[in-house]
Nanobody, 125 residues
């Protein structure tokens, strides 16, 4: 079992930055690929970014590529999402999730085993 707790969300202006954190507890954090997803009102949950167990590989949705950066520190059991140049369309609840190595593509939310409760990000114009 892995428990995930996100923090760092808030209300910001267009062009501002935020850094989301996800603290993990429970089973070995380093054995999981970590992902960030988001869900805006009335929309389906969508992939944002993912990072493999050793941080050797990362992936991003086209909509955030070049603006968001995912990172992790296995010694601190934490994954971060640095979000720069925020836009109104980035407004959503952001979720952190953990996926076992053999669970398939990290782009697919259904492949993730554990989820946090989410943190709200609102970008005001």
């Amino acid at each position: 079992q892995v428990q995930l707790v996100e923090s760092g969300g808030g209300l910001v202006q267009v062009g501002d930055s935020l850094r989301l954190s996800c603290a993990a507890s429970g089973r070995t954090f380093s054995s999981y690929t970590m992902g960030w997803f988001r869900q805006a009102p009335g929309k389906e949950r969508e992939f944002v970014a993912a990072i493999t167990r050793s941080a050797g590989n990362t992936a991003y949705a086209d909509s955030v590529k070049g603006r968001f950066t995912i990172s992790r520190d296995n010694a601190k059991n934490t994954v971060w999402l640095q979000m720069n140049s925020l836009k109104p369309e980035d407004t959503a609840v952001y979720y952190c999730a953990a996926k076992g190595a053999l669970r398939g593509s990290f782009y697919t939310s259904g492949n993730y085993d554990y989820w946090g409760q989410g943190t709200q990000v609102t970008v005001s114009s």
